[in-house]
């Protein structure tokens, strides 16, 4: 009787041995992000530096240790278009940027739609403390359009010259287009 108990024992030990040796491995983990369906929420090159976006904010140090912060936030004026002919709606903004000083940055981005999520480009800048208009689509290019001062005019004088800017994307990239 005992050498049954001993032999249904080790049989048993041998059966979890088994059973936990055959259990699937748990999938590998990996660093790269989840696609992200939000452009409010992703990362833009803003300067030569990965700005990344939550709920449309970012705030991030000066400098190393530094108490002053530098912001960047989703202003608006956006128009929705294929700007990569991928077939798929993608999406062109202004970012503002601003920091310890007074000044009041804004940007252009777009974020193009991949299988994966929203995909963001890189800045470029339209001007400090300027007032925006519009942004549009025509032609294969985004018109972006907002208010400057006269070249030599203080920052204080209000906004009173109109510009146009057009942009395109071109190998994920975001290209100013000359006039």
Known sequence: MKKLIII?????????????????TPPEVTNSPAPVNDYKNISYEVE?????????????????????????????????ADFNNDGTQD??????????GTGVFYYVVAALKTFDGYKGTNAIILGDRIAPQTTEFHNGQILVNYADRKPGEPFSADPSVGVSKYFKVSGGKLLEVPR
């Open 8 to 24: 249904a024992g080790i049989a048993a030990a041998g059966g979890g041995i088994f059973y936990w040796t055959r259990q699937p």
């Open 48 to 80: 030569g530096e990965s700005v990344q976006l939550r709920n449309g904010t970012s705030e991030s140090e000066a400098a190393p240790g530094s108490a002053e912060m530098i912001t960047t936030e989703y202003f608006g004026n956006e128009v929705k």
């Open 91 to 100: 999406v062109a903004f202004i970012l503002t940027q601003s920091g310890g």
